[in-house]
């Protein structure tokens, strides 16, 4: 039954977030990996009040700023999906795994 690894990367640098996305899928191809995506979602934005300022209210301006996101999916690989998730990256790269086994028509 194959394996599918779901690989979702978020990062504020968007940049850097497409740099090690390139990468994953140069990685990929040479491997013979079976690769979906990345499949981007909408960037977040995010606001986060600050407080003790000094303004007359007692706050700084907030703090705003975006989050970027790429979903790979890894078919039926499972050593390639195992060191890609492994790697170490930027600090400013976050990365979560997920598996879910699938089963063929008819099993």
Excluded: C
């Amino acid at each position: 039954m194959p394996f599918i690894t779901r690989l979702t990367l978020k990062s504020g640098d968007g940049d850097l977030l497409e740099s090690v996305v390139s990468d994953i899928k140069e990685r990929a191809g040479r491997k013979g990996a079976e690769l979906k995506g990345p499949h981007p979602k909408p960037p977040t934005r995010h606001s986060v009040p600050q407080y003790r300022g000094l303004r007359d209210d007692g706050r700084f301006d907030p703090w705003e700023y975006t989050v970027y996101s790429r979903v790979i999916e890894i078919i039926d690989h499972n050593e390639f999906a195992r060191s890609v998730a492994g790697d170490d990256y930027p600090d400013s790269i976050h990365i979560a795994a997920d598996v879910e086994q699938f089963s063929q028509t008819g099993e």
